[in-house]
């Protein structure tokens, strides 16, 4: 991944607060609008959404295991920069992580039960669960051009009408409002404000002896270890992997530049509010009302 595409994720969920640049005016309107859900919030939001979907699916008398893995704590993304120093100690850029979710992805016993059907009961699950080749097709422009198409039926239709009351509006901003990076990317990578806290935390970084251009160098470059390094030296792997977050954590905190690449993303993002802001407010609307149903479906996640 490209430091311009790595960085533009940084505040994915905090363009609910004005930009510096916008103004006292911008600050009051924000007030008002819309806040956009937690990652804690959103995690709610797909094991209930995994809930409801079993529960559908044994109605029609199929199995479907749900997935509450990571814990929550271990789900947190790095995106381009994260600055929790004790996060990174832990569990460096959560390599270890990521590689215990594959591991369970690739045993996803869904996959597996399917598999084990009969052709014509694997067809009456695959029409249970979303609907079949009968299913209806949902269609959303992206930002930048093109468009991303959706099979929508059966017991995911039902799950998500549960939760968002309406899965075609959620389907079609979800896609507009994630999509909108692609309008301000460029602007973004070249904002003075964030450049210099970038170059801020090389300096930093370097003082630290890990000499990278940017967080996403310096993920790579421990990516390009871990894999070099083979499975009979992982300990060992891991224990760089943290040298190196700890610095990347540790200086990003000290030249604010998680904090800033949040302003200047939500000062881009505002920007585009003419076009966009009623997408945007739909969006982080119906994803409030999918949380308020979903704490009374599930438990938040240990």
């Known amino acids: 991944m490209s430091w311009c595409a790595a960085a533009l994720a940084v505040a994915a969920a905090a363009t609910?607060?004005?930009?510096?640049?916008?103004?006292?005016?911008?600050?009051?309107?924000?007030?008002s609008r819309?806040?956009?859900?937690?990652?804690?919030?959103?995690?709610?939001?797909?094991?209930?959404?995994?809930?409801?979907?079993a529960q559908c699916m044994d109605r029609h008398g199929f199995?479907?295991?749900?997935?509450?893995?990571?814990?929550?704590?271990?789900s947190r993304p790095v995106r381009y920069v994260q600055d929790d120093v004790a996060w990174a100690r832990a569990y460096g850029y959560g390599g270890r992580i990521e590689a215990?979710?594959?591991r369970v992805r690739e045993r996803n016993p869904i996959g597996t039960y399917r598999q084990g059907l009969s052709?014509?009961?694997?067809?009456?699950?695959?029409?249970?669960?979303?609907?079949?080749?009968?299913?209806?097709?949902?269609?959303?422009?992206?930002p930048g051009g093109g468009e991303i198409r959706k099979r929508l039926g059966g017991c995911t239709e039902e799950a998500e009408r549960e939760l968002y009351g309406d899965p075609a509006a959620w389907f079609r901003t979800s896609k507009v409002v994630t999509?909108?990076?692609?309008?301000?990317?460029?602007?973004?990578?070249?904002?003075?404000?964030?450049?210099?806290?970038?170059?801020?935390?090389?300096?930093?970084?370097?003082?630290?002896?890990?000499?990278?251009?940017?967080?996403?160098?310096?993920?790579?470059?421990?990516?390009?270890?871990?894999?070099?390094?083979?499975?009979a030296r992982a300990d060992e792997a891991f224990a760089a992997e943290r040298r190196t977050a700890?610095?990347?954590?540790?200086?990003?905190?000290?030249t604010s530049l998680r904090s800033v690449a949040a302003d200047r993303e939500t000062y881009y993002l505002n920007r585009l509010r003419d076009r966009f802001g009623r997408d945007i407010d739909t969006?982080?609307?119906?994803g409030r009302r999918a949380y308020d149903r979903a704490v009374r479906i599930v438990p938040e996640r240990d």
Do not use: H
């Not at 819309?34 to 979907?53: I, K, N, S």
């Open 179 to 231: 999509g909108l990076d692609a309008l301000y990317g460029e602007r973004l990578m070249a904002d003075p404000r964030l450049t210099a806290a970038v170059r801020a935390w090389a300096r930093c970084t370097r003082r630290a002896g890990q000499p990278y251009g940017d967080p996403q160098a310096a993920r790579d470059a421990v990516r390009v270890d871990t894999s070099r390094l083979g499975a």
């Open 100 to 102: 215990r979710n594959q």
């Open 63 to 74: 199995t479907y295991w749900e997935d509450r893995a990571p814990t929550l704590r271990e």
């Open 34 to 53: 819309p806040r956009a859900l937690t990652r804690r919030q959103e995690l709610r939001v797909a094991d209930a959404q995994q809930r409801l979907t």
């Open 283 to 286: 969006y982080r609307n119906l």
């Open 119 to 142: 052709a014509s009961r694997r067809a009456a699950f695959d029409t249970a669960l979303d609907g079949g080749d009968g299913a209806r097709m949902l269609t959303a422009p992206l």
């Open 246 to 254: 700890v610095a990347d954590a540790t200086c990003a905190r000290e």
């Open 16 to 31: 609910g607060c004005a930009g510096g640049d916008d103004g006292g005016r911008d600050r009051r309107d924000s007030s």
